[in-house]
């Protein structure tokens, strides 16, 4: 089958597309960045890629005529914690006008669980993109899930930065809310088994596994597996904006996501039925299990994709960080240093596993008061650290950087901040055919302020880049 794939860059989207493709199909993949698919060269070579922001205003459409399906899988809660309800309306309704000339037969869409009376603006923000997109000229089959469980998973990382950095938690009364977890990897199976299913043609069905848990029993079960020690403390007191805070800070969650998260875990979030599993046979695995199979990728470093990948995980959107991938010259200070190296290859592998657990190999103290102090600020902070430990793509998020440009025969690797900076910064790694590794900083400063906050990094930045720099070439 030919089929179009939104979200592609997306938590899910980025699985499905493997899968989809090891199915044998065909796959159209839809991004407002053709350069970020995190995907490799020969992995794209396979691919169709058409270039499509769904906010924009629709006139010629790129999406081919002959497709026969099409995963909707877009969403802005992440994004905005006020409009985000209008722009998935808008993001729909354009899906609807980009589809309208094709002969698309089917459309799948990933929403969530709804079946509580009282729902949040995010949950009722996806029952309206159901009905928005019902009104398209296909067959509608709608998927609803509560919590998805995975390695990478946006749900599994609060998850688990809450129980591996508190071992005691004092904690608001959503914790004794209820929701029905389910594995990724059974999502997957679902996403894939109905396609073409005419069984499920303008239909909707509830997705969840075996278990139904309050956070806190959730919570509990992961220490269990993680074998750690795990107090939880329950006050009525604390209300929703202190509760987003504390998600903030503590999690590496963006302060917008962790609010409309917050709303969204008073509700109940339990599976009606389980109609679709019976009709595809398809047995969800435990809560308990879905973790165990999350560390076991995270152990063989196989995680495919992460939420933190995701643009709305830092400070601009894909169109931002277009303009940014040539490092500007004029009206801007900058520090170059460059060292001999007798290791070219260890160096590059070296400059390509930065970051994450491995740290900055020099003053790693410092990189982590700079990632509080960010973090204090309404910034990223150190927390996202990086899908994978030695493989970088273009859009990864990498600890308070993001990955603009990233190819290793060419020896060159280009970071943005996304730390809250009174300015634009750049950081720079390549090695030339003299096997000499460079590294440039360059800041493009806002107004006195910048410039200020320049010189009085400058000292700071002088050993630390340049014991960074000796630990990557010697």
Request: hydrophobic residues 40%; contains cysteine; proline residues 3%.
């Amino acid at each position: 089958m030919k089929i179009l794939l939104t979200g592609a860059n997306g938590y899910i989207g980025l699985r499905l597309l493997h899968t989809l493709m090891n199915q044998g199909h065909e796959i159209v993949c839809a991004v407002r960045s053709v350069s970020r698919l995190s995907v490799d060269e020969e992995t794209k070579s396979k691919l169709q890629i058409v270039k499509i922001d769904f906010l924009d205003q629709v006139k010629d459409s790129p999406v081919p005529h002959d497709i026969d399906a099409a995963f909707y899988l877009i969403h802005s809660m992440s994004g905005s914690t006020t409009d985000f309800d209008e722009l998935e309306e808008k993001s729909a309704r354009n899906f609807n006008r980009h589809l309208a000339h094709t002969q698309v037969k089917q459309v799948i869409y990933l929403s969530g669980i709804v079946n509580d009376e009282n729902l949040s603006k995010h949950l009722s923000s996806r029952k309206k993109v159901e009905d928005v997109l019902g009104e398209g000229n296909f067959h509608l089959t709608v998927l609803r899930a509560g919590i998805i469980v995975g390695s990478g998973s946006a749900s599994f990382e609060i998850l688990r930065d809450l129980c591996e950095k508190l071992p005691i938690m004092i904690t608001p009364k959503w914790v004794n809310t209820k929701t029905q977890p389910i594995a990724i990897r059974d999502v997957l199976e679902f996403l894939t088994g109905v396609i073409g299913k005419t069984e499920t043609f303008d239909r909707s069905f509830d997705i969840g596994g075996p278990d139904v848990l309050t956070y806190k029993e959730m919570m509990k079960i992961y220490a269990e597996v993680r074998v750690l020690n795990l107090s939880i403390f329950q006050v009525p007191v604390m209300t929703p904006k202190l509760s987003s805070y504390w998600l903030y800070f503590v999690t590496a969650t963006s302060y917008k996501l962790a609010k409309n998260l917050v709303d969204s875990m008073r509700v109940e979030v339990i599976a009606k039925n389980h109609e679709l599993q019976d009709l595809l046979k398809l047995q969800p695995i435990s809560y308990r299990k879905a973790l165990e199979l999350a560390f076991i990728k995270i152990e063989q470093n196989q995680v495919v994709s992460s939420w933190k990948d995701s643009k709305v995980s830092g400070r601009f959107s894909a169109s931002d960080l277009n303009k940014y991938v040539r490092v500007p010259k004029y009206g801007c200070l900058t520090d170059h240093q460059q060292m001999k190296t007798e290791i070219p290859d260890v160096a590059l592998e070296r400059i390509w596993a930065i970051g994450g657990n491995n740290g900055w190999y020099y003053a790693n103290f410092l990189w982590r008061i700079r990632g509080y102090l960010d973090k204090l600020l309404g910034g990223v902070g150190l927390r996202r650290g990086r899908t994978n430990t030695d493989n970088i793509n273009p859009g990864d998020a990498l600890d308070f950087w993001r990955v603009l440009y990233a190819d290793k025969k060419e020896k060159r690797l280009l970071l943005f901040a996304e730390m809250k900076v009174p300015g634009e910064a750049w950081l720079e790694f390549y090695i030339d055919q003299e096997h000499v590794v460079h590294q440039n900083a360059t800041f493009r400063p806002r107004g006195l302020r910048g410039r200020l906050y320049w010189y009085a990094m400058l000292p700071f930045h002088y050993f630390i880049f340049h014991g960074m720099l000796s630990k990557i070439a010697r």
